[in-house]
């Protein structure tokens, strides 16, 4: 196995279905209420389609403290409608940010997408 640490920024391509622990959070808020899970709650099991795309935007890990180790991630495209920037009705949800543990983010299957020349 090779090691690989992307940099923030990398877009990922999931290249099979993601299940992973959703937790109730504010960081969690846009991508819970997106999917239906009501205004609070527990953690829920969650499903990102195959093909979803992914922008790594934080790396929290702390050696003291890694219970609370963490990548955060912005949802660029899903097939997945209720997951998309943009609603059917062409209204903006907003940016779709969310949180899960390292230990999860560690069972994804992406490939990483090259950026375009000058976008980031």
Excluded at 26 to 53: E, F, I, M
Aim: aromatic share 10%; proline share 4%; glycine share 6%.
């Amino acid at each position: 196995m090779l090691l690989f640490i992307p940099k923030l920024g990398t877009r990922l391509r999931l290249i099979e279905d993601w299940r992973f622990t959703l937790h109730w959070d504010h960081g969690n808020a846009n991508v819970w209420q997106s999917l239906g899970y009501g205004l609070q709650g527990d953690a829920k099991l969650t499903v990102l389609p195959r093909l979803t795309v992914l922008v790594l935007e934080c790396i929290y890990v702390r050696k003291a403290r890694a219970e609370f180790d963490s990548l955060t991630f912005i949802i660029k495209d899903c097939p997945d409608a209720r997951l998309r920037a943009i609603t059917d009705r062409g209204m903006a949800r907003g940016i779709l940010r969310f949180w899960t543990s390292l230990a999860e983010s560690h069972t994804m299957n992406v490939e990483v997408i090259e950026p375009k020349l000058g976008k980031p």
